[in-house]
């Protein structure tokens, strides 16, 4: 994580970077069209299924970054919080519930100046270091590769490695995940075992550091090109763990990156043929309503600003198509994945909290920022392998607030986002064309149609997603559901009492699913109606 910086385009990319029409506007959001008469649609085909939404699209992101490691994840063996080795109860339940498919760490812009064997061996006698990204906090490197990889474990998720390139060497990088990965009596294998674990772990995902146009070594395009073919090339797979390897990519709409990479690789002959010598790229991109220096408030906003925050977020979208309109032309069998493996908002941190630990509170607004990216997630799911909320626990959009004084766990409205959606993962995807009686939105010179929806479907069952984006008005909508019979549905909603709302530990629940009530059979499929600022699931089962 870093600020995006620059912007760098050659060849096709400086194409993709000219602005889309009207790019650039600023001011008033400006009311909608006013509606003719007639309810809203989306046209969903149940007989068409498309690309397979990969589980990993929900994945997570957790940095040595405030409290979401210590205090978050991990509070120690002597805490009064339940906890297994130091790993709270209560955190990993909540995760398990929403079958987080991956988790990414140790950063972030953290990964580039931590140095692995420093969190292995005894706590005691771990050597420490200065975390000078995050508040220049010290570091006491006790929770290591093994706490990690102990917290997957009893997550039931996937390790999603991140590797130093900034500050690290290739040696380092190799030794690591031989370490995790390796079976035998080798070096790193031996060292594994004399720290207390036998076998080997499942690593299946690897990064090649992280933001290395910022953070990560202020490198140019084709400078970190080359770092990442060497150091990809030494990122082994031993004992028959096969390790994705992701260079780190792009910031935002910088689509000269994306293509100084796909040059880089060497090997796209075919659909058969392995990408080498990394098989990913990634992607960041965030979303807030105002500039760097003053991204807005978590909790106090005009209605200007929650649609401008809205449209903001879904230019995500707009990014991902066009960063795979770049892969497309040198990769044109979709062999390499994009992986967009920071997203989510990024406010002001809350008053009286330390500036370096983003810490920010979660609305109904974030909610709804998340359900625009799963939207168009869903639609990319060909090329698109990958995404990582920023981040788990306690740390700008996160599932799970913990807090400092009480103990007390909170599940944020992004959370629920998360698990009302989790019926998409592993899915087929399905269009879901959304016909409205009124002329959208325009914001900075980009359109926001008050209603967003995406669906998917497992043979028996579909699930559709539906966001009323609107601030403050309830809508009638049709789901016109064809090719295929439905023999029953069943549907929730989330919303709260303001579009601010959010939950707290004397409220946990302000803002959490319940029933939907409002749907009724139609000519065509059914009925729906959404209260304002409201996301819902509809649950159908298919003759």
């Not at 600020?3 to 760098?8: D, L, Y």
């Not at 392995?274 to 990634?282: G, N, R, T, V, Y």
């Not at 609305?363 to 788990?392: C, E, P």
Request: glycine share 10%; with cysteine; hydrophobic share 35%.
């Amino acid at each position: 994580m870093s600020n995006p910086a620059r912007t760098v385009t050659t060849g096709l990319a400086s194409a993709l970077s000219a602005p889309s029409p009207g790019t650039g506007t600023t001011g008033s959001t400006g009311p909608s069209s006013r509606r003719t008469d007639g309810p809203a649609r989306v046209v969903v085909d149940l007989d068409l299924p498309g690309a397979t939404i990969s589980r990993h699209l929900y994945g997570h992101f957790a940095e040595h970054l405030g409290r979401c490691i210590y205090g978050g994840f991990f509070v120690g063996e002597d805490s009064e919080i339940p906890n297994t080795r130091g790993i709270r109860h209560d955190v990993v339940d909540a995760l398990r519930a929403l079958r987080i498919p991956n988790l990414r760490w140790p950063g972030g812009c953290f990964a580039d100046e931590y140095h692995w064997k420093d969190g292995i061996g005894p706590r005691e006698q771990r050597p420490r270091m200065v975390n000078s990204h995050w508040g220049d906090v010290v570091e006491d490197n006790s929770f290591g590769t093994h706490e990690f990889m102990d917290l997957v474990e009893l997550l039931g998720t996937e390790a999603y490695v991140n590797g130093n390139v900034g500050s690290g060497t290739v040696a380092e990088m190799s030794e690591w995940i031989e370490y995790l990965t390796r079976a035998d009596d080798s070096p790193m294998a031996s060292l594994r075992r004399e720290n207390g674990r036998e076998g080997p772990w499942k690593v299946p995902y690897f990064g090649i550091g992280n933001e290395a146009w910022g953070c990560g070594g202020n490198m140019r395009a084709e400078d970190y090109a080359a770092l990442a073919r060497q150091y990809s090339t030494y990122v082994r797979d031993h004992a028959g763990n096969e390790v994705t390897r992701i260079a780190a990519g792009a910031s935002d709409d910088d689509y000269g990156w994306t293509e100084a990479l796909m040059k880089a690789i060497g090997t796209l002959k075919g659909r058969e043929t392995k990408p080498k010598p990394f098989q990913a790229i990634s992607l960041h991109h965030y979303t807030m309503s105002g500039p760097w220096q003053d991204k807005g408030s978590a909790t106090e906003f005009t209605e200007d600003e929650w649609y401008l925050t809205l449209a903001r977020a879904a230019r995500t979208e707009e990014l991902v198509a066009r960063h795979s309109t770049v892969m497309d032309h040198y990769d044109p069998h979709k062999q390499v994945g994009l992986v967009l493996d920071e997203w989510g908002t990024w406010w002001n941190v809350e008053p009286g909290t330390n500036p370096g630990f983003l810490y920010q509170q979660n609305t109904v607004r974030d909610a709804l920022v998340a359900s625009l990216h799963f939207d168009g997630f869903h639609r990319h799911a060909d090329r698109l392998v990958m995404a990582n909320i920023a981040q788990t626990v306690n740390v700008l959009q996160a599932m799970v607030l913990t807090d400092p004084d009480s103990g007390a766990l909170v599940l944020t409205p992004t959370y629920h986002v998360f698990e009302m959606n989790a019926g998409h993962q592993d899915a087929a995807a399905l269009d879901a064309h959304v016909l409205l009686p009124e002329e959208p939105r325009e914001i900075e010179g980009r359109t926001l149609p008050s209603i967003s929806a995406s669906a998917s479907t497992t043979g028996e069952t579909a699930l559709i997603s539906l966001s009323n984006l609107d601030a403050s008005e309830g809508r009638t909508l049709v789901l016109d559901l064809r090719g295929r019979e439905v023999t029953g549905h069943s549907a929730r909603v989330l919303t709260g009492a303001s579009s601010a709302a959010h939950n707290t530990p004397e409220q946990p629940d302000a803002v959490a699913p319940v029933e939907l009530t409002t749907v009724r059979e139609h000519e065509r499929g059914l009925e729906v109606e959404l209260p304002p600022h409201s996301f819902a699931t509809v649950q159908l089962q298919l003759g």
